[in-house]
């Protein structure tokens, strides 16, 4: 019998963003008999709290500033440690920033390091970008998983010592969409007008997603029986865009929309199903997007998508028959787009059927911890 293998994945961040919910996906979904998963995070928060809930280890490393050396030093030395301690067989690093930390920790520990990069690769910015750009293409990662083609391919041009490198596709539990999900759960819970078309836009309140273009576009939208509502759900953005979330309520003011635009904040995986289930469209309007796994969570629901040439999102509903694909940041276009598909609800049924089933067939969380344990088979050679 094989000895278990003992994971660490590092994330940055303690907030459940896109990239959090893969690594969630990757430590909920390992074999349980082969892997043992554990977590560290830079700094506390959402993904710590959520890990021990659920009574699985989760690290908090020393805060520290990039421009303090002797801070940096601390969390290094931590994290260091901690592969010892722990006896870790691979240390998993969720981000596109992340080898810089696990390759200083890992190396003399002899412990091998798998970069999962979830954005093409940034060589502009700030000094500090260039910092972390020029240190971590010194190193060499065991493997590298990217969350697209189209991200691989970046990493590939820029880092000559990358190795091997696999794409791995975010993934959603599709068959859960299906199960326990309640509309008029949702639309009572957040008091939305019973039978009002919804328009439902999921994520984090902050420009990129662009909550700003959705609401300009529902002002847009005429020639329709009901008006229809925008439901936006996502939290506070992090770090970035404070002054966003005030911004986008004076917005729906001015535009005489109040009524018509739901700010339902940070919700539950069960409110979230609940909502999923209540949206007549789902809508993805992104400025810029790697990835956008809730696209995928729409298209479970076997819902109608909706969304921007966005990297990411073209990259999922691109030729498959099962949403509308719309230049980002193109109100006017968003705004015909949502007017169509509210004012054929066959043919956007069909989309919803199409969407389910490419959904099932490309994105089942299973095949994609499948395929990320296939990765630490053939790092640690089993």
Request: proline share 7%; net charge positive; aromatic share 6%.
């Amino acid at each position: 019998m094989k000895p278990l293998r003992r994971i660490l994945l590092l994330n940055t961040m303690g907030v459940l963003g896109g990239q959090e919910m893969v690594l969630l996906d990757i430590v909920r979904g390992l074999d349980p008999t082969r892997y043992e998963a554990l977590v560290a995070s830079l700094f506390p928060g959402e993904l710590t709290d959520t890990l021990r809930a659920e009574g699985r280890t989760a690290y908090v490393l020393p805060r520290h500033r990039l421009r303090r050396p002797l801070q940096l030093g601390r969390t290094l030395t931590a994290l260091a440690r901690l592969l010892e301690r722990e006896r870790i067989d691979i240390l998993h690093v969720n981000g596109d920033s992340l080898l810089f930390y696990g390759g200083l920790a890992a190396f003399p520990k002899r412990v091998p390091c798998v970069w999962h990069v979830h954005e093409p690769v940034a060589t502009r910015g700030s000094a500090w970008v260039r910092f972390f750009y020029e240190t971590q293409r010194l190193m060499h990662p065991a493997w590298t998983i990217a969350n697209t083609e189209a991200v691989r391919q970046s990493y590939l041009a820029a880092y000559p010592r990358l190795g091997p490198a696999t794409t791995i596709t975010p993934s959603a539990d599709v068959a859960s969409f299906a199960v326990g999900a309640d509309a008029e759960r949702a639309r009572r819970r957040f008091q939305l007008p019973p039978t009002a078309p919804l328009l439902l836009v999921i994520g984090r309140l902050q420009r990129s997603k662009g909550q700003r273009q959705a609401v300009e576009a529902l002002a847009e939208c005429a020639g329709l029986g009901e008006p229809p509502h925008l439901v936006l759900c996502g939290g506070p953005p992090h770090g970035i865009d404070e002054d966003f979330p005030a911004e986008l309520r004076a917005l729906t003011r001015a535009r005489g929309l109040e009524q018509r635009v739901h700010f339902v904040g940070a919700v539950t995986e069960g409110e979230k199903r609940d909502l999923l289930a209540a949206c007549t469209v789902f809508v993805h309007p992104a400025l810029r997007e790697a990835f956008g796994i809730v696209v995928v969570e729409g298209m479970a629901a076997g819902k109608p998508v909706i969304v921007t040439d966005a990297a990411g999102p073209k990259s999922i509903v691109q030729g498959t028959g099962a949403g509308e694909l719309v230049p980002a940041g193109d109100v006017p276009a968003l705004a015909q787009a949502i007017t169509r598909v509210l004012g054929a609800p066959e043919h956007a049924a069909r989309m919803g059927e199409l969407g389910r089933a490419l959904a099932a067939e490309r994105y089942d969380t299973r095949a994609m911890v499948r395929r990320v344990e296939a990765v630490y088979a053939s790092v640690l050679g089993d």
